[in-house]
């Protein structure tokens, strides 16, 4: 998905359209989610050819985009490490990129700012692989689960 939002923001050689501008942000925005939610599915249900599909399959489609927000807000007080708290300040700044490129018909976009997006989701993502396992686990049942008092 990358890729996809680096091409959608490079789409054109002069002046770039803004749906396309767009679409580069929600789609970087996009990468880092779905890499969350597969990152999340792998730690708790598995990876590879023996993983039980259909709980993988529940496991990433669990998470949430305003619980994800939320668990981004709440990991920063809660003891992770700098790369899962890199991520989670991406993600939120992320996600409100994207809710204004989606849903404000007045926000105008640069190519600079949608390749900004692209390269924060790039940066989030490899911050994230970085964070020891046992911290990703950790944060994918952030995510997922609602903390109880």
């Known amino acids: 998905m990358i890729v996809t939002a680096r091409k959608l923001a490079n789409a054109s050689r002069l002046r770039p359209c803004q749906s396309e501008l767009r679409r580069a942000v929600s789609t970087a925005y996009y990468a880092l989610f779905l890499s969350l939610a597969k990152d999340s599915a792998d730690l708790l249900v598995g990876a590879g050819r023996d993983r039980p599909e259909k709980a993988w399959s529940q496991v990433h489609r669990s998470l949430q985009h305003g619980d994800a927000?939320?668990?981004c807000h709440q990991a920063r007080n809660l003891g992770f490490p700098h790369e899962i708290k890199i991520c989670c300040a991406i993600f939120i700044?992320?996600?409100?990129m994207r809710h204004r490129a989606d849903y404000d018909p007045d926000y105008r976009l640069s190519r600079a700012?949608?390749?900004q997006a692209v390269d924060m989701a790039e940066r989030a993502?490899?911050?994230?692989?970085?964070?020891p396992r046992l911290?990703?686990?950790a944060f994918a049942?952030?995510?997922?689960f609602k903390r109880r008092s």
């Not at 993502?125 to 964070?131: C, D």
């Not at 049942?141 to 997922?144: E, Q, Y």
């Open 93 to 96: 700044e992320l996600q409100e």
């Open 125 to 131: 993502i490899r911050s994230l692989r970085a964070a």
């Open 135 to 137: 911290d990703r686990k």
């Open 141 to 144: 049942v952030l995510l997922l």
């Open 69 to 71: 927000k939320s668990a």
């Open 113 to 115: 700012v949608a390749l």
